[in-house]
Each structure stands twice: as structure tokens, then as C-alpha cells.
């Protein structure tokens, strides 16, 4: 089936079911995300010191013929990527484009039992995971989703780590 476009809400009585193939990317070295590629989708981080850049939000691209209901209206507010930490990270990082900024948090846990909750500054644009304190051992998520105008959210987050738990979030 090819990729439909809906104006309004679209509601379902029983659910959506997301299966197949394409379900799961494997990223497996140096990635620059899109939206048509990659949100909605369950990424396996399979490089354990990739980088993954977040496409550049977009808030202002209703056409000027066409409006909001333009399939080609490349506006990505809501835009959610799922990362699963398939191999264990030595130096993984999520970036921005560096105008888009990291809002939210981050929940460490650590095999010990210690849990941490980070909050990104104003300036950070990186969320890094090193196996350890900053978090990214196998089963670690991280869900982030284009909120507004040079907003990311970091959402639904759970980091494993061990030793001194550290913030992942820096600036570029």
C-alpha cells in the first residue's frame, strides 16, 4: 500500500497494528534520519559508537496553493523516533541539527538499583550513551519526538547504566 495522507484525526475502534519488514531499521553505522525512513519505527542501534542526527524540525512548510491538507507539506511536528539499544553503546549520541534543542528527560538506572533523572539544558543538543554512566546498555529505549519550533522531546526514556550515573545531554 502506498503511504495516505489524512487531514483530520483519524480514530480506530480496535487498535493499529504496525508489523513487517520494515517495521525495524537497523542502524548500523553513522545515520542522518528522515522522517519518511525512520519515525514511527523501532531503530536498533547496531553500531556501538554511531551517530544519529534528528532531522531538522520543520514547523512553517504548509504550501502556499495547498495548505496543511498537501500531501507534500513537509512539516514533521509530532514526528516520534524509537531507539532500542540492540549492541551495547561505547559512544552513541543523538544529536540535533544544533538549532534544535533537547527538552524533557532522561531516567538512568543502574544494575545496582540507582535511579537518576536528568534533564537536558536549554543549550544541549546531544544525548550520548557510553554503556555506563550516561546509560546505553542492550534493552536501553530512547523515544524522542519533534515537538514544536527547535524543540525535541525526550519521552518515555529508560537508560540502563552502572557506576556513578552521569547526564547524557550536552551541547555540540
Excluded at 24 to 46: E, K, P, S, W
Excluded at 54 to 82: E, R
Aim: charged residues 10%; glycine residues 12%.
Amino acid at each position: 500500500m502506498a503511504n495516505t495522507t489524512f487531514s483530520g484525526p483519524v480514530i480506530s475502534k480496535n487498535g493499529f497494528q504496525t508489523t513487517g519488514p520494515g517495521a525495524t531499521i537497523a542502524l548500523t553505522a553513522n545515520t542522518t534520519l528522515t522522517v519518511a525512513d525512520h519515525a514511527g519505527r523501532i531503530l536498533l542501534t547496531q553500531d556501538a559508537d554511531g551517530i544519529f542526527t534528528l532531522p531538522s524540525i520543520i514547523t512553517t512548510a504548509d504550501a502556499a496553493v495547498a495548505g496543511p491538507q498537501d500531501y507534500n507539506n513537509k512539516n514533521n511536528v509530532g514526528a516520534t523516533f524509537y531507539f532500542y539499544v540492540d549492541l551495547t553503546a561505547t559512544d552513541v549520541q543523538i544529536v540535533t541539527d544544533g538549532t534544535d534543542k533537547f527538552t524533557g528527560a532522561a531516567m538512568i538506572g543502574s544494575s545496582g538499583g540507582t535511579i537518576s533523572s536528568f534533564f537536558p539544558g536549554a543549550s544541549n543538543d546531544v544525548l550520548s550513551m557510553n554503556g555506563t554512566t550516561t546509560g546505553g546498555i542492550v534493552g536501553s529505549v530512547v523515544q524522542v519526538t519533534a515537538l514544536e519550533s527547535a524543540q525535541y522531546l525526550v519521552h518515555n526514556t529508560l537508560l540502563l547504566g552502572s557506576g556513578s550515573l552521569a547526564t547524557p545531554f550536552s551541547d555540540t
